[in-house]
């Protein structure tokens, strides 16, 4: 499964100082990858994916948030190396990995 979309990028307000960044994914999207993906999830209800912002890839996980939505952490050498802050819409691409 691959999810593409739009997302602004934005800061854990529990961690502000550490630059905690990251996009939330659709609702819509998160609720299809949380059926897709039970009895699959890790640690904190996680799901790996391999991860696109531009030309920048990498593989992490994606972590259930507020409001249903999945959220993916985006680390700030992908950040410095697309030019993206907190607040810019980045055009995101997460695949599973684990079905």
């Given at each position: 499964?691959?999810?593409d979309f739009e997302s602004e990028l934005w800061l854990w307000?529990?961690?502000k100082t550490e630059s905690w960044t990251f996009v939330s994914l659709p609702?819509?999207?998160s609720?299809?990858?949380r059926d897709r993906t039970d009895g699959l999830r890790r640690?904190?209800?996680s799901v790996r994916v391999k991860a696109s912002i531009g030309t920048s890839h990498w593989l992490t996980s994606i972590f259930p948030g507020g409001g249903g939505a999945y959220v993916l952490p985006v680390k700030r050498a992908i950040r410095t190396a697309q030019k993206l802050?907190?607040?810019d819409v980045a055009a995101v691409s997460v695949e599973l990995v684990d079905l």
């Open positions: 499964m691959v999810v307000e529990a961690r609702v819509e999207a609720d299809e990858i640690g904190f209800g802050a907190v607040g």
